[in-house]
């Protein structure tokens, strides 16, 4: 389509709009409605936004709509029109079509889009624009808050839309291929925009206190302002003569130079002194050809060097999801004036705006106010005003709200958060990477911050870097961060400046860390460590056997007396038992059934005052049929009933058996049972740097390195700084005997302008010689060039193959080699048992193998290995279950007989379970059922309730027990494994029982236990509760079940605590019965005496850990450590007071709400409370003078996994 025509509808409305003459524009008198007309028209155009292709075509905002903005800016309602109809116009291209479109098509009208914002943004340099946008903004701002309408308001924040959406414009590189120096279009922008004083409208905004909702527009806005810039070049302009801001350029020109002037004298020797026509044919000896015969060279020996067997081949394409990623947009200088403004505008921003915003970005951020991704605009902020702050005259106390424990915690939180989701969402790993990189830099900044308070003259701000790196160094996932970025290190999805800034951020940390450790006798650190072991299914449950008769009476011979005193009154009757619960789903029959059960087993626990007020109890219940005796019935009836009752076999109904998995293909493997061990180590400095002698460091750094001549000297220096580390330090230079980096080593040493990389140099010099001295010895040191190489590699290259296999220094986990006479059997044993059918090939050869302790995977590697075989899933698992996928003819038949046969019966499934030839899972039978159109739905194959009249039942008359209610007692009701299909099921299982009386000072011990680890406001919670319902049943007479019902977070998040719940157990409260109940319930059947017994149980007899910690001992600190008083508050720490605060012990439980989560993980800072103390090391005078204090705070919430993971146990 034509976008230069445009819609009739769309042309007559821009018509209406007014016409320019010369510098004048005249409006129509529809104009209004017109502007308003295009609003609409954009607010329905399709996916492929033709309207506004077909608008940006024909430059309806450049010869329209900014004459009409400036030569009308007094008309409130056209300007509040314009304003809205330019913002929608401006709006960002991806916001249009949500990403960039994949197919051609779609691209095209993206990129079609992009170039009207490119030229949008072109008309938008203008100081005429700006001066009317800024007066605008002026007058709206001076309206104080009761004069200022919804309308101001909005006009407001378009007009920061609208200028954000001009600066986010990017540049066009077809048109903007200035040098550097050079005004581009952003360039023009930013001085309209200075010109205009807009800029002073900013600040202002960022500094008001009743202006605090624009707090991200201004950060957003502020960002694109600085979009091109670097801090580092911008601190550094207008310092020192003019010739030193162009330092960097001179060395670059410099290094060009001696490269250049390397090359032509390398020409001018190899030229002979007198120029041949003829350069010659020369053979090249023992250079083969792609014959057998040597390679003919028909140039002239001067070009020998530069021979390759790849000249005149095609260069191989390489696929684009292998490709490298790009890097982000090339950064340009701008011109002299616009670089000296902006240089300004960050001094008054750092000193007047910077602290507050970044505080009130971070609040909103936080507390989730913001849009999602928002922090990446906290993250530049950062990391750009910091190092502009640290490279003019570094003042800590401008940036003192990002300095602080909480800021490293927050950018650690969103940097693994991004490096999770680059992992994860694979097709937006690109964009997770950026983000990540924004958060890295942030990171790097952050730790050179902390390293230049370090050389700060003022003993507070160095105190205040200890205490900082002390929280730091002492977390596990700070020291965790960095190996895993390099070992996740890819790419294709992250630029060669993620790499860049990676290696630098890890050198500093490692320089840091090493400083610290540097003196002191000991550093003790926080170690995490995952166990992992299997967890094996639940078996069965067990039901003990019915007592015999004889064992019955002699149990009745003992509860005579008992019961003769409770009838005669000497033994006080519990008033809280509740036979009948009025609130339950249960039927009526049902609960009658269930409270004779109950008498029974109270009985049989020889609970007799329980037993008998629960049958009186009973018997005013359901005083119909004299189930429970007659209304009148004296003791002697009474005795004899607990006897008849005691003695009669009721049925009761088994715990439910674990039902078979549905799917027989899937393997029953056991499950996984993880637990995080927190724990304190003494750090050992080589320790640490041994964890990055791995190939995924070695290889980014050679990646890096391959860049050398593009690199910085700083970059280089770090990369090979690194390198040096793992060689020299740790005494490892056979990890960097690789052949790519030794190809990188003779590029660099063959290099006319190496004179400029002196440390890489001497680094090549280095390795080549510590190889070749290894390869007089080890002959197999060229093989091993082919290859990348871990520590145990290394050691055998230094140490000899055999070492490790021999013992010395092998790993528990290393498998025995096979010895020849064990493969010789292993392959009897195969050919043996391969044509057995129906058996296990790997488990019969396990069973005959004379070597023991060969596992079976060592058995099935080793018959891939020797060839037996092509792969592990030849050998596949015995799979768990029925093994039945299929059911065969004969099968359906007996299961339609089956059905026919009991189809009238209570229990139609069960019954069909037990006959069934083949096992079957219950799903599968009922799935067939439906199949085969003898039942309709599942209800049919629900186990029927029989509902008889009051009285005897059969099975009670025959053992003379007054009559039991409806309750089937035949063996088809015996049959547990009845499926809840539906919801409309009835419930099978009785309530827990609530007759259990908890012992005299049961659960002492647990609650003291939990009083010490923090619990001390749940517990004090529960004992009100139990108190209150013990008073409130004395009162009422009456007890019923009463909910603990948790009202608090922290009452919440202790009722899911595993050994909060065994506390509750063992005082006698029962958990939720059922999915109708979601609250733990104190039982009925606890008297108030008991009640009370276990409110003093969970009392605390001790000192309250919450209150003061006088009790507790305190770390031990050098001379040398500042005490609390002397950190200001600004700096290492996030208090508003310098006054010690004090420290609770570590609570088990954390968990919560991500908002509880992320609030709590702001309270950790470097110079005041935190969850936990972390023990100091010792200290003693020699140690030097700065000497750190140990950690003072523990973050709540795990991120990384431990440092080393235990292996699971494997069974023989």
């Known amino acids: 389509m034509d976008w230069y025509m445009m819609n009739c509808e769309l042309l007559a409305t821009c018509s209406a709009l007014g016409y320019l003459e010369g510098d004048v524009y005249h409006r129509e008198p529809d104009c209004l409605e017109s502007v308003k007309d295009l609003i609409r028209y954009l607010r329905h155009e399709d996916e492929t936004r033709d309207v506004r292709q077909q608008l940006g075509a024909a430059q309806i905002l450049q010869n329209d709509l900014l004459p009409i903005l400036v030569q009308y800016p007094q008309d409130k309602v056209l300007f509040d029109a314009i304003v809205r109809l330019m913002v929608n116009l401006t709006q960002p291209a991806l916001l249009c079509f949500g990403k960039v479109p994949a197919d051609a098509a779609s691209r095209h009208h993206f990129l079609q889009v992009l170039s009207y914002l490119q030229a949008y943004k072109e008309a938008f340099a203008s100081e005429k624009v700006f001066v009317v946008l800024s007066e605008k903004l002026y007058d709206l701002l001076q309206l104080d808050w009761e004069q200022r309408q919804e309308e101001d308001t909005l006009l407001i924040e378009r007009i920061l839309l609208l200028v954000r959406n001009v600066l986010h414009v990017p540049p066009d590189p077809t048109e903007e291929q200035g040098v550097d120096g050079d005004a581009s279009v952003h360039d023009r922008v930013l001085w309209a925009l200075h010109i205009s004083g807009m800029d002073d409208l900013l600040k202002f905004l960022a500094s008001a206190q009743v202006e605090q909702q624009w707090a991200l527009h201004v950060l957003e806005i502020i960002s694109l302002m600085f979009r091109d810039q670097n801090p580092e070049e911008l601190a550094a302009l207008g310092q020192g003569p003019a010739g030193a801001e162009h330092g960097e350029d001179t060395r670059e020109l410099e290094t060009l130079r001696q490269r250049e002037l390397a090359e032509k004298r390398a020409r001018a020797l190899q030229r002979p002194s007198r120029h041949s026509r003829f350069g010659g044919s020369y053979v090249l000896q023992g250079l083969k050809s792609i014959g057998d015969r040597d390679v003919v060279f028909h140039k002239g020996l001067h070009n020998l060097k530069s021979y390759s067997h790849d000249l005149g081949k095609e260069p191989q394409r390489v696929p684009r999801r292998r490709q490298a990623a790009p890097e982000s947009e090339p950064s340009h200088r701008s011109a002299r004036n616009v670089r000296l403004f902006l240089r300004h505008f960050c001094q008054d921003f750092l000193e007047g705006c910077y602290n507050r915003l970044m505080l009130l970005v971070k609040d909103q951020l936080v507390r989730e106010k913001a849009q999602q991704h928002d922090e990446t605009y906290y993250l530049w902020a950062t990391a750009f005003f910091m190092a502009f702050n640290r490279r003019r005259g570094f003042r800590p106390e401008l940036v003192s709200e990002t300095v602080s424990v909480r800021a490293f915690h927050f950018i650690e939180q969103n940097l693994t958060k991004y490096y999770e989701m680059a992992l994860m969402d694979k097709k937006e790993a690109t964009t997770w990477a950026h983000r990540m990189h924004l958060a890295l830099k942030a990171y790097q900044e952050l730790l050179r911050t902390v390293q230049e308070m370090d050389r700060s003259p003022e003993q507070a701000v160095r105190d205040s870097s200890q205490v900082i790196k002390s929280n730091i160094f002492y977390l596990m996932e700070y020291r965790e961060l960095f190996l895993t970025l390099f070992r996740k290190f890819d790419e294709t999805k992250q630029p060669r400046s993620f790499l860049r800034d990676l290696v630098e951020t890890a050198h500093l940390f490692l320089r840091m860390l090493e400083r610290f450790c540097r003196g002191r006798a000991s550093l003790v650190v926080q170690s995490k460590r995952v166990r992992r072991k299997k967890k094996p299914r639940a078996p069965a449950a067990f039901t003990p056997p019915p007592p015999s008769t004889a064992e019955l009476e002699e149990l009745w011979a003992g509860l005579a007396p008992q019961l003769q005193a409770c009838l005669e009154g000497k033994v006080p009757l519990p008033e809280d038992v509740v036979p009948f619960d009025a609130a339950s789903e249960t039927p009526v029959e049902e609960q009658r059934a269930e409270a004779l059960l109950r008498i029974q087993g109270c009985l049989r626990r020889s609970q007799v005052p329980q037993a008998l007020r629960l049958l009186r109890s009973a018997r005013d219940v359901w005083p119909e049929g004299d189930v429970f005796g007659a209304a009148d019935a004296g003791p002697p009836e009474e005795t004899r009933l607990l006897r008849e009752i005691l003695v009669a076999p009721l049925p009761r109904n088994p715990p439910p058996e674990p039902e078979e998995p549905e799917d027989e293909e899937e393997e029953d493997e056991e499950e996984e049972e993880e637990t995080v061990q927190v724990s304190e180590k003494e750090f050992n400095f080589l320790d640490y740097l041994k964890r990055f002698a791995c190939a995924p460091v070695v290889r980014a750094l050679v990646l890096l390195l391959r860049g050398y001549a593009r690199n910085s000297p700083r970059t280089n220096h770090c990369a090979a700084r690194l390198l040096h580390r793992l060689a020299r330090d740790l005494r490892m230079e056979p990890l960097l005997f690789q052949l790519s980096l030794f190809a990188l080593f003779h590029r660099l040493l063959s290099d006319p302008a190496a004179g400029a990389h002196q440390e890489l140099v001497a680094l090549a010099k280095f390795i080549l010689g510590k190889f070749f001295a290894l390869a007089a010895t080890n002959k197999k040191a060229f093989v091993e060039l082919l290859f990348w190489k871990n520590p145990t590699a290394v050691y055998e290259m230094t140490k000899g193959y055999s070492s490790l296999q021999e013992g010395e220094g092998a790993p528990k986990s290393r498998v025995p080699p096979w010895t020849p006479q064990e493969e010789q059997e292993l392959r009897e044993l195969y050919w043996k048992y391969k044509e057995v059918e129906g058996e296990d090939i790997i488990a019969a050869i396990l069973a005959h193998l004379p070597t023991a302790g060969r596992t079976r995977r060592q058995v099935v590697k080793q018959l891939v290995r020797m060839g037996l075989a092509s792969s592990a899933r030849d050998f596949p698992r015995e799979r768990k279950g029925t093994r039945i996928v299929l059911w065969t003819q004969e099968q359906e038949e007996e299961l339609t007989r089956l059905f026919e046969e009991f189809q009238g019966s209570d229990d139609v499934l069960g019954n069909i379970m037990k006959h069934l030839t083949a096992r079957r899972s219950r799903a599968r039978v009922v799935e067939k059922l439906l199949g085969l159109g003898l039942v309709s739905e599942r209800k049919e194959l629900y186990k029927k309730r029989r509902r008889k009249s009051h009285g005897h039942g059969p099975g009670m008359a025959a053992a003379g027990v007054p009559g039991v209610p409806a309750q089937d007692s035949s063996a088809e009701d015996e049959d547990s494994e009845e499926e809840e299909e539906d919801e409309e099921d009835e ?26 680890e923090g619990l001390a406001g749940p517990l004090r919670w529960l004992e009100n509760c139990l108190r209150r319902a ?4 004395e009162e009422d007479g009456v007890s019923h079940p009463v909910p603990l019902v948790p009202l608090t977070e922290e009452n919440e998040d202790a009722m899911e605590d595993r050994r909060f719940q065994s506390l509750l157990r063992q005082l006698g409260l029962r958990p939720p019965a059922s999915e109708q109940e979601s609250f733990w319930r104190i039982p009925a059947a606890l008297t108030p005496q008991q009640l009370r017994r276990a409110a003093a149980s969970v009392t605390h007899h001790g000192p309250d850990p ?30 508003e007071s310098e006054e010690p605060v004090p420290v609770p012990v570590p609570s088990p439980v954390q968990s919560g709400t991500k908002r509880r989560r992320e609030l709590d993980s702001e309270d950790e800072d470097g110079g005041n409370s935190g969850p936990g103390l972390a023990p100091a090391a010792p200290c003693s005078e020699e140690d030097e003078e700065d000497e750190d204090p140990q950690p003072r705070g523990r973050r709540k919430r795990v991120r990384c996994l431990e440092e080393e993971e235990e292996e699971e146990e494997e069974e023989g």
């Open 1030 to 1033: 013990a008073g409130d049943r």
């Open 987 to 1012: 419930v099978e299982e009785g309530p827990m029982e609530e007759n259990w009386a908890p012992e005299e000072g049961a659960g002492q011990g647990l609650a003291q236990r939990l009083h010490q």
């Open 1106 to 1135: 919450s209150g003061s910690p006088r009790d507790l001992p305190g770390p031990p600190k050098c001379p040398q450590d500042p005490g609390p008083e002397q950190l200001p508050a600004e700096l290492g720490s996030d208090s």
